[in-house]
């Protein structure tokens, strides 16, 4: 049977894949799972949604999973979801339940669950919540009378996580003018409002959910109509966010985009200068840019490597204690501040640095040069022949070799279907695109 949890909590089609009534359980579960783990007092959770509509039924559902079980709610509305993980923690709760499909269409959505302090639980205590839903894990008789958990909304929440937002901002951002596209989602009331409390001139876009426009055609995964905006507000620089905000990409004055990679390279680069970038450590994917490693070569600053996925990125930056990572989609981490990566967190750090140094986004992002890169998805009957296969192996040293310190080869199977993804970076996309057509050769004919 596939694991119920994926990367980032348990997403599907709402009402179809994602019920309420598995949305209740999955709540009840965790509920009593997390209790189990603490007796000595009654759990709270704080729950939170993206404004999708499926959001509030799966958001009544949630609460009456939680209440079920014996579990007091506060719920803090339509939020980011870094937001719900920092209330986590700031109300003294003893976990947390978003209700978003983050970057996903509107049709989707998701459970997402943070654990005590906010953090995202561990695979061990997402396998006793499924072996508890499916019924093999011990039984919780269900409360009943003054037992059942009580539900109370929290009016100042968005107050609390704006207050935390500005006061993690190092420098004013007088001076500034910024366009933000909310994405019609989760931050477009807290975006906007964060960014006036930090000293910005904003400008909001898409940033009027109606519980059916999330995402479409706005947000970081569309950036063409925040570039427009840019250029036409006179603006000195453009965020755009995601539905749940848990993300973020930038736009230079130009109308340039500016990704996680460069957005990671200007705040490592300032961050080392305050003396915040715990070992001298920067976290990235394996999936980010070789301009990057280069880049913080050249500033004598580490970068160390973690599979794709915020979850290993994060698992990188406990591990060692360090104090920033993300991915090139824009998802970054600030653990001295947040416990998940937290798109408006980010651009105040990104806006901060313009700020105080007087320098355009244009150029604290050229410290870090973007080198092509090339992606083609090879579809195989076997990814593990493919890992095996020697042709494979002496193929991917023969580009390496070719390339030498102007390029980079990385094949990965996709995690979920029968492809290997092939990607190359080379100082010429022409270079990149010819070495890794070659290399998707080789890998079909081996599989």
């Known amino acids: 049977m596939a694991r119920l949890f994926g990367t980032d909590g348990v997403r599907g089609l709402a009402n179809s894949e994602l019920t309420p009534e598995l949305a209740m359980s999955v709540a009840a579960s965790a509920a009593g799972v997390l209790a189990a783990h603490d007796r000595s007092h009654r759990p709270v959770a704080v729950v939170g ?36 993980a920092f209330l986590v923690g700031d109300l003294g709760a003893d976990f947390g339940v978003m209700i978003s499909a983050s970057h996903n ?15 995202k639980l561990p695979d061990s205590i997402e396998d006793e919540i499924e072996a508890a839903l499916a019924g093999r894990g011990p039984g919780q008789a269900r409360p009943t009378g003054s037992e059942v958990g009580r539900v109370r909304d929290v009016d100042d929440a968005l107050d609390r996580y704006v207050a935390h937002l500005v006061a993690a901002t190092p420098h004013a951002l007088s001076g500034l003018k910024v ?32 519980g059916l426009n999330i995402n479409d055609g706005c947000g970081s995964t569309h950036p063409s109509r925040l570039q427009e ?35 990671m390279a200007v705040l490592a680069l300032d961050m080392a200068e305050r003396g915040e970038l715990a070992h001298t450590t920067l976290v990235a994917t394996v999936m980010s840019n070789l301009g990057l490693h280069l880049a913080m070569k050249e500033h004598d600053i580490t970068l160390r490597t973690a599979a794709v996925g915020d979850r290993y990125v994060l698992e990188e930056l406990r591990s060692g204690g360090f104090a920033l990572g993300g991915e090139q989609s824009g998802h ?25 140094t007087g320098k355009p986004v244009a150029e604290l992002a050229a410290v870090m040069e973007r080198l092509p890169q090339v992606l083609v998805n090879v579809r195989v009957a076997d990814k593990a022949a493919v890992a095996a296969s020697q042709a494979v192996k002496d193929a991917v040293d023969a580009v390496t070799s070719e ?45």
């Open 49 to 84: 949604r993206d404004p999708r509509a499926s959001g509030e039924m799966l958001q009544a559902a949630v609460v009456a999973g939680l209440t079920s079980a014996g579990a007091d709610v506060l719920r803090v509305g339509v939020l980011p979801t870094p937001a719900v």
């Open 105 to 119: 269409p509107m049709p989707d959505n998701g459970v997402k669950l943070f654990g005590e302090g906010g953090h």
């Open 179 to 210: 366009v933000v596209d909310c994405a019609n989602g989760a931050a477009s009331a807290a975006a906007p409002e964060a960014y006036r409390k930090a000293g910005a001139e904003v400008v909001a876009i898409h940033a009027e959910p109606d």
């Open 229 to 263: 905006a840019v250029l036409s507000h006179s603006a000195d620089l453009g965020i755009a966010h995601d539905g749940d905000a848990d993300r973020c990409l930038a736009v230079d004055a130009d109308g340039t985009l500016v990704d996680g990679d460069q957005i």
């Open 332 to 356: 970054v981490v600030l653990p001295a501040h947040a416990t998940t990566g937290d798109g408006l967190l980010t651009a105040l750090r990104l806006m901060s640095r313009a700020a105080a």
């Open 403 to 447: 390339l030498g310190e102007e390029g980079r080869v990385l094949l990965r199977p996709s995690g979920t279907e029968q492809l290997v993804r092939v990607m190359v970076e080379a100082k010429a996309e022409a270079t990149a695109q010819a070495a890794a057509d070659r290399l998707a050769g080789v890998v079909a004919a081996v599989a």
